[in-house]
């Protein structure tokens, strides 16, 4: 592994490399150019879930030909009581109007797949044309929610995973690759209902 810092703060191993990441990227980017082969008149309008997503957001726009517009939302979570029902809380909204219009939401992973039902749920109220969702990874994972993701990165293991984007208590989000942290370095800082340390770094904070 070429990350002997990352190493030392308790990575443990490298799942998917810079390499691979960039070539599905780039697969995901002509798969969604030829969904939208009006964009020319219609630009699809991409939608980034802070703060994780941000990494694939900005490969993913620039692996696709056609025009797009982007847009980001931040949501978090109430805290751990009710991070099961999945009820998030808004605290960036879109700065774009979606009435009408063809959406795409980017996800950096779908865990339990809660934060991404409640947001398609929310974004469907505002009556877009049509709405689809790109994930990066999604988690094997019994008991998850059966949210629909039309275009996904890789599956992966149900582990903690970090980098290229995703972060553990607000760090390792800038690790060029996917890796795995050490469980013990989990245990330390996760709560008290085993929900993953991200979400609750100061309680109800950010699911991103
Ligand atoms: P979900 O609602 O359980 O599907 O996950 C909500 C959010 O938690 C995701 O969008 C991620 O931002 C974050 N998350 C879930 N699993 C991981 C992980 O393994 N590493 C880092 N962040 C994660
Ligand atoms: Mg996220």
Redesign the pocket.
């Known amino acids: 592994m070429n990350y002997p810092g990352a190493r030392g703060h308790g990575v443990i191993d490298v799942l998917i490399d810079e390499a691979t990441l960039s070539r599905r990227v780039g697969e995901l980017g002509r798969e969604l150019d030829a969904l939208y082969p009006d964009s020319a008149n219609d630009p699809p309008l991409l939608i980034g879930?802070l703060t994780?997503a941000v990494t694939f957001m900005s490969d993913l726009m620039r692996a696709m030909d056609g025009h797009v517009e982007i847009d980001f939302m931040a949501v978090s979570s109430y805290g751990a009581s009710t991070r099961s029902s999945?009820v998030v809380r808004i605290l960036k909204d879109l700065d774009h109007v979606i009435e009408g219009r063809r959406v795409v939401v980017v996800?950096?992973?779908?865990?339990?797949?809660?934060?991404?039902q409640y947001l398609l749920e929310l974004l469907r109220q505002r009556e877009p044309r049509d709405i689809r969702v790109v994930a990066l990874l999604r988690?094997l994972k019994a008991g998850?929610?059966d949210v629909p993701v039309d275009l996904l990165g890789f599956e992966i293991p149900d582990?903690?995973?970090?980098g290229y984007g995703?972060?553990?208590a607000g760090l390792y989000r800038n690790l060029p690759c996917i890796a795995v942290l050490d469980p013990a370095l989990l245990g330390e800082r996760a709560g008290p209902h085993g929900e993953?340390p991200?979400?609750d770094p100061h309680s109800g904070g950010e699911?991103?």
Not at 159 to 162: A, G, I
């Open positions: 879930v994780g999945g996800e950096d992973i779908v865990d339990s797949g809660l934060t991404l988690k998850a929610a582990e903690f995973v970090v995703l972060d553990f993953h991200s979400s699911a991103g």
